[in-house]
């Protein structure tokens, strides 16, 4: 699945960003939209925050507002730089988020933002064990995701989204149960909401003392 509208996306800043900004009007627009996994989550200058899958900084810019201490970690290179030059407040670090090089109980939080989707089944069971690894007892991992829309008028924009943006994987997220893996992982269910129609799904958790 996915078009040429995919690779388009990573090459061109200027058109990821454009797609983003038109898809986050359906939950009041791009700057509600990358914090919406941060609602309700306790955020001091203090607090040592993990932006997994951080791309190109479009929420670790939100995060370092609230945060002097927050490391934004992706696989890309590219995406690393550009993410350096949009938010030179952060630390970066590349690596895969299913082998982070991290020590355990590093972090406070962790978040991530429609990352998830992204993974293989297997890829994304290891990468909850890796958060679950770097997180501080007590810690939240709070993420955005896409979900199965509750109301069927959703379902058309969402399906074209997936169609042209998204590879098969996506598909497999929104019919998977992802609070519950994440339990599965050890977690520790705090909230979980539904935005745009049920289309997205904000997933807080925390790990056990």
């Known amino acids: 699945m ?12 200027w058109l990821y960003d454009g797609f983003s900004r038109l898809a986050a009007l359906s939950v009041g627009g791009e700057r509600r939209f990358r914090q919406l996994a941060l609602e309700g989550v306790a955020i001091a200058p203090e607090t040592s925050v993990l932006d997994l899958c951080c791309g190109s900084g479009q929420a670790t810019k939100f995060l370092v507002e609230r945060s002097c201490h927050v490391t934004g970690l992706d ?5 690393l730089r550009r993410a350096q030059k949009n938010v030179p407040q952060a630390n970066y670090v590349e690596a895969f988020a299913e082998a982070m090089p991290f020590p355990d109980n590093q972090f406070d939080v962790v978040h991530t933002s429609v990352a998830l989707h992204e993974m293989e089944s297997q890829q994304l069971q290891q990468i909850l064990k890796e958060v679950h690894r770097v997180l501080r007892p007590d810690g939240v991992f709070t993420l955005v995701d896409f979900h ?15 169609l042209l943006f998204e590879t098969e994987t996506a598909w497999t997220l929104i019919k998977s149960d992802l609070a519950t893996l994440l339990e599965a992982a050890g977690f520790q269910r705090v909230r979980q909401t ?7 799904q904000v997933i807080q958790v925390k790990k056990r003392s």
């Open 148 to 162: 199965k829309p509750t109301n069927p008028l959703f379902v058309p924009g969402l399906s074209l989204f997936l």
């Open 2 to 13: 996915a078009t040429i509208l995919r690779d388009w996306s990573y090459q061109y800043q």
């Open 75 to 79: 696989a890309s290179p590219l995406s």
């Open 194 to 200: 539904l935005h745009a129609g049920g289309s997205l």
